[in-house]
């Protein structure tokens, strides 16, 4: 009977493993939903610069129109009215949908962190769906001008385009180009003070003898030089000493002076991610 009982409940122990352990694991493993997630990182495992201010986009867009966004957010990143991301995702990788785009600005750190653009980060996401895209935004707190119904009128206006056109590219492109004339007419660019310019001290003309002495050594120095110009010309005339200037070579696009190729460039946030509304 004892052992009987044993057995039995070894039995139970294992078909309760079997039944509910995976299930469990799942639970414990599985990543959080964006929108479901808690500080420092909210659920996001991006690195924090990336190669473009569109993130997610591999499977969605072309890279053609990725550099196109690149160039209009850089323009408004460099003019220091909004420091903007774009995160693509699908449907069954977001939880909350309008928190999805608040915490990703909150993780990139986006906006400025001081100064008189302070927290000027700006997010769009936008959510795939089998036959359309929901857009939603998240606003930082240096933005207030920047009001709810100008920029749920760029949401809706990228989605109609995407209805039209069943292009995302399409969507993106004028999603950004809207959000592009909206910032700009309610921040004007932010232009750096030019630093004001030393005050050169003027030295005072030489006297006339002391500007005939001057004169006369320079005269002198060139005579004492002379043999040895033409030394140094009849050397390089002959072939005799060849003259190479360090790091010579083709400069191009991706290469650095010195023939080594530069780092691609990488945008990302200056280090504030405050915001305080989304839609």
């Not at 039944?19 to 929108?35: K, M, N, R």
């Not at 000027?120 to 207030?144: A, K, M, Q």
């Not at 700009?184 to 500007?211: D, V």
């Not at 060849?242 to 691609?264: E, L, V």
């Amino acid at each position: 009977m004892i052992v009987a009982g044993i057995t039995a409940i070894m039995v139970l122990a294992l078909s309760f493993l079997i039944d509910f352990t995976p299930a469990s694991a799942g639970a414990i493993f599985a990543a959080p939903l964006c929108g479901s997630g808690s500080a420092p990182d909210y659920g996001f495992t991006y690195d924090l610069e990336q190669a473009h201010w569109t993130v997610n986009w591999q499977e969605y867009v072309s890279e053609q129109t990725v550099t196109k966004v690149d160039a209009v957010l850089d323009r408004l990143n460099g003019d220091a009215i909004a420091q903007t991301m774009i995160l693509i995702q699908s449907q069954d990788q977001v939880g909350n949908r309008v928190n999805c785009a608040v915490h990703f600005l909150r993780y990139m750190k986006l906006g400025q962190p001081t100064g008189e653009r302070k927290d000027n980060g700006f997010v769009f996401l936008i959510v795939v769906e089998p036959t359309r895209i929901d857009v939603h935004y998240g606003v930082g707190l240096g933005l207030p001008a920047l009001t709810a119904p100008e920029l749920t009128a760029l949401n809706r206006a990228a989605e109609d385009t995407y209805q039209s056109t069943h292009s995302l590219d399409q969507a993106l492109l004028s999603l950004v180009q809207g959000f592009d004339a909206v910032a700009r007419s309610n921040y004007a660019p932010l232009i750096s003070p030019t630093p004001p310019r030393e005050t050169i001290n003027q030295q005072p003309l030489p006297s006339e003898p002391l500007g005939i002495l001057t004169i006369c050594g320079l005269l002198c120095m060139g005579i004492i030089l002379l043999p040895f110009l033409v030394w140094m010309l009849s050397r390089f005339a002959r072939g005799g000493i060849s003259y190479r200037p360090s790091g010579s070579g083709s400069w191009g696009r991706g290469f650095s002076p010195g023939g080594g190729r530069s780092s691609p460039p990488t945008r990302g946030g200056s280090g504030s991610g405050r915001s305080g509304r989304g839609n």
